[in-house]
């Protein structure tokens, strides 16, 4: 079954507003990593949030992790039309397994409206 | 700075054709993954090296090899190929940490879009 699950699957907000995507997974886990992807194009890594860390800035983002309900947010702030993408989360199991991969959420389409 | 490298960027085969898709890692990046993004699809880790070594396995088919060279390059080599191979074709490298495979940020490339006909 699918570690990563996203939620919501799709999102649509009007530019300058706040838009929010929730990532739950169902193992213990090294780090999570969020990423986007514009439509038919290569990942772009955005952050990486350690299992020991709780929260994470980067620019506009914002990156929570709560290991105790294992589930991350990611928060974008003043969106921006360019910011329309689909984003996925990724989880790191590397020191829980023999694992040396990441495995990808089902992912969340953000549109953000002019 | 130097970015993962794949090449070609898009292929057309026929069906049963071969294919091999290269990929180049980012210096000193000695970890490198192959992932399959189906149509709509989240993309699904396919097989990973570590200094030249398998490090891990996922849900590549037995049609499907790949092999890390002295340069740390890699190369999917794609046998007997079907309509469902259609596909974006990612890769990824790491920097691993001494004595075991990466537990950092995956890189990932421009990926190679396989087109099947």
């Known amino acids: 079954s699918q570690q990563g699950e996203e939620d919501p699957q799709a999102l649509s907000i009007q530019e300058g507003e706040n838009a929010t995507m929730n990532c739950s997974y169902k193992t213990s886990i090294n780090n999570l990593q969020w990423y986007r992807q514009n439509s038919g194009r290569g990942l772009v890594h955005l952050i990486l949030?350690?299992?020991?860390?709780r929260e994470k800035h980067s620019g506009r983002l914002r990156v929570t992790l709560d290991t105790s309900k294992k589930s991350s947010s990611l928060l974008i702030t003043a969106s921006r039309a360019a910011d329309t993408a689909s984003y996925f989360c990724?989880?790191?199991?590397?020191?829980?397994?023999?694992?040396?991969?990441?495995?990808f959420g089902s992912g969340t389409r953000l549109s953000i409206r002019p | 700075a130097a970015g993962v490298i794949q090449s070609p960027r898009h292929l057309i085969k026929e069906k049963r054709e071969t294919a091999t898709l290269k990929c180049y890692p980012i210096?000193?990046?000695?970890?490198v993954y192959w992932y399959q993004q189906g149509p709509g699809q989240d993309p699904q880790f396919l097989i990973s090296?570590?200094?030249?070594?398998?490090?891990d396995k996922g849900s590549i088919p037995d049609r499907f090899s790949a092999q890390q060279f002295s340069d740390y390059h890699s190369e999917l080599n794609m046998s007997s190929l079907e309509l469902g191979d259609s596909a974006l074709y990612f890769c990824?490298?790491?920097?691993?940490?001494?004595?075991?495979?990466?537990?950092?940020?995956?890189?990932f490339g421009p990926g190679t879009r396989l087109t099947v006909l």
């Open positions: 990724a989880t790191d199991l590397s020191r829980y397994s023999s694992a040396s991969k990441i495995i």
């Open positions: 210096p000193r990046h000695d970890t």
């Open positions: 949030i350690r299992s020991n860390e």
């Open positions: 990824a490298s790491s920097h691993g940490l001494a004595g075991g495979p990466a537990t950092d940020t995956q890189y």
């Open positions: 090296f570590y200094e030249k070594m398998q490090s």
